[in-house]
């Protein structure tokens, strides 16, 4: 799915590797279409911080790429065109919908190859209350071809064919993975603290 540019609905707990398959896509979509742009789609701006710091150190190798970073009160503006950079955006909701309105606007969303939106759940939680620019991104279906990545960790089937469907991408059939909820490489036990001493000693070894 990756490599043929499907669209791909991707389910998996917390350090299920969504953030690794996430940035196999991006690495694909910029070296495969140079001069292009990318979305990564965040709902917070901490989760942008955070992303943005790690893809500009793992995807330094890629020959003129820049991580340009649309939250909180940084960045907005279409990065230029016709200058041989390839461009890889990390955004909220709010953001993405501003940079799409102008890239419509002034024709230039057939540089636009990749979305990706992580914590994809939201797009049905908040999408129709207080975040509505979550569903906006569903314009990018209809008016242009790319591929779409939607990651969650939370959300059972029938939520994930709903966003799918919000947001128009289940009529070309996306790869669907979900990943088991088991979680082997983690266990827990309990161990009794006698005195309060005896707990912090506990709690030092962690």
């Given at each position: 799915a990756l490599t043929h540019g499907q669209n791909i609905v991707y389910c998996a707990p917390t350090s299920g590797g969504k953030s690794l398959v996430a940035d196999?896509?991006?690495?694909?979509?910029l070296t495969q279409y140079k001069g292009c742009i990318c979305l990564l789609?965040?709902?917070?701006?901490?989760?942008?911080?955070?992303r943005a710091r790690d893809l500009e150190i793992l995807l330094s190798s890629i020959h003129r790429l820049r991580v340009l970073r649309h939250f909180g009160g940084s960045?907005?503006?279409?990065p230029k065109s016709g200058t041989g950079q390839t461009y890889l955006i990390?955004?909220?909701?709010?953001?993405?919908?501003a940079l799409v309105t102008k890239m419509i606007e002034q024709h230039r969303l057939k540089d636009l190859k990749c979305v990706v939106?992580?914590?994809?759940?939201?797009?049905?939680?908040h999408g129709q209350t207080f975040r509505p620019d979550f569903l906006f991104l569903a314009l990018l279906c209809v008016l242009g071809v790319l591929t779409w990545?939607?990651?969650?960790?939370?959300?059972?089937?029938?939520?994930?064919?709903a966003i799918s469907h919000m947001l128009g991408i289940d009529e070309v059939e996306p790869h669907v993975h979900r990943g088991t909820t088991a979680r082997l490489n983690m266990s827990y036990r309990v161990v009794p603290a006698v005195t309060r001493s005896h707990k912090d000693e506990l709690l030092c070894k962690l």
């Open positions: 196999i896509l991006l690495a694909r979509r789609v965040l709902p917070f701006v901490s989760l942008c911080v955070e960045g907005g503006g279409i990390v955004c909220t909701p709010e953001k993405a919908n939106v992580d914590e994809a759940h939201c797009i049905l939680e990545l939607l990651l969650t960790a939370t959300a059972p089937p029938e939520v994930m064919l």
